[in-house]
C-alpha cells in the first residue's frame, strides 16, 4: 500500500513563494513518477506539474510554467514543489499523486494515470 501526505500549505501574499512537501511511504519510491494537481474551489482539478521517477525529467502545465519546480529526494522519498511569484489565482486544494509502474496508456498530465492520491493541502495566496 502506498500512503502519500502533502504538507507545506498556508496563507501567502501575491508575489511570495511557498514549498509544499509530499512524504511517501512506498518502499520502492524511485520507481514512481510522481506528480501535483490542484482544485480551486468551485473549479475542475487541473495538472500542475510532474516528474519522472529518476528526476532527470520534468512537466510543467501551462498556468504555472516558468514559476513551480518540481523536484524529488528518493532517498527521504519525498517530492516538492516549489511555488514562487504566487498569484491569487494560484488558490486551491493542491494534491500529490503517484504513478506506479506498470505504466497506462495515459499521459502524466492527466489524473487517470495515477494510482494513489494524498488528502491534499490548502495553499491560499492573497492579493
Known amino acids: 500500500q502506498v500512503q502519500l501526505v502533502e504538507s507545506g500549505g498556508g496563507l501567502v501574499q501575491a508575489g511570495g513563494s511557498l514549498r509544499l512537501s509530499c512524504a511517501v511511504s512506498g518502499r520502492t519510491f524511485s520507481s514512481y513518477r510522481m506528480g501535483w494537481f490542484r482544485q480551486a474551489h468551485g473549479k475542475e482539478r487541473e495538472f500542475v506539474a510532474a516528474i519522472w521517477w529518476s528526476g532527470s525529467s520534468t512537466n510543467s502545465g501551462d498556468s504555472v510554467k516558468g514559476r513551480f519546480i518540481i523536484s524529488r529526494d528518493n532517498a527521504k522519498s519525498t517530492v516538492y514543489l516549489q511555488m514562487n511569484s504566487l498569484k491569487p489565482e494560484d488558490t486551491g486544494v493542491y494534491y500529490c499523486?503517484?504513478?506506479?509502474?506498470?505504466?497506462?496508456?495515459?499521459?502524466?498530465?492527466?489524473?487517470?494515470?495515477?494510482?494513489?492520491w494524498g488528502q491534499g493541502t490548502q495553499v491560499t495566496v492573497s492579493s
Open positions: 499523486a503517484a504513478d506506479l509502474p506498470p505504466w497506462r496508456v495515459v499521459h502524466i498530465t492527466a489524473e487517470g494515470a495515477y494510482d494513489y
